[in-house]
């Protein structure tokens, strides 16, 4: 198994995570995916690649390092993303009763070691 599909399934097994994409974060395509239906990994993966892409810069402007994670919150769940190697981004779409700790645990291990 790759390690891209090892970093969707175990993000999936978190309890509330609707979905799980590696992203390309210079344009926000979607490289591999494990979504639920209803999920619109196209949308989620172009709204992230652009935050993680304008935090970055942001970032870098102010003399920081760029955000380790990313978590966009909203009244039907959130988005959160963890940047790994090579400007891919692990992101998920999490239900607003997902356990948000180990779901970020779970991203930032498995953003390592993207490839």
């Known amino acids: 198994m790759s390690a891209t599909r090892t970093a969707l399934d175990r993000v999936t097994r978190v309890p509330g995570v609707r979905g799980a994409l590696v992203i390309a974060a210079a344009d926000g395509l979607v490289v591999a995916e494990q ?7 196209r949308a989620a993966a172009a709204l992230t690649g652009s935050l993680v892409g304008r ?26 993303a963890a ?26 291990e498995a953003a390592e070691r993207l490839i």
């Open 35 to 41: 979504l639920m239906d209803g999920v619109d990994g």
């Open 55 to 80: 935090l970055a810069r942001t970032a870098e402007s102010a003399g920081l390092r760029p955000p380790a994670f990313v978590h966009l919150r909203g009244d039907a769940g959130s988005v959160l």
């Open 83 to 108: 940047p790994g190697p090579d400007d891919l981004v692990l992101v998920a779409v999490v239900s607003p009763d997902a356990n948000l700790g180990l779901a970020r645990l779970e991203m930032i």
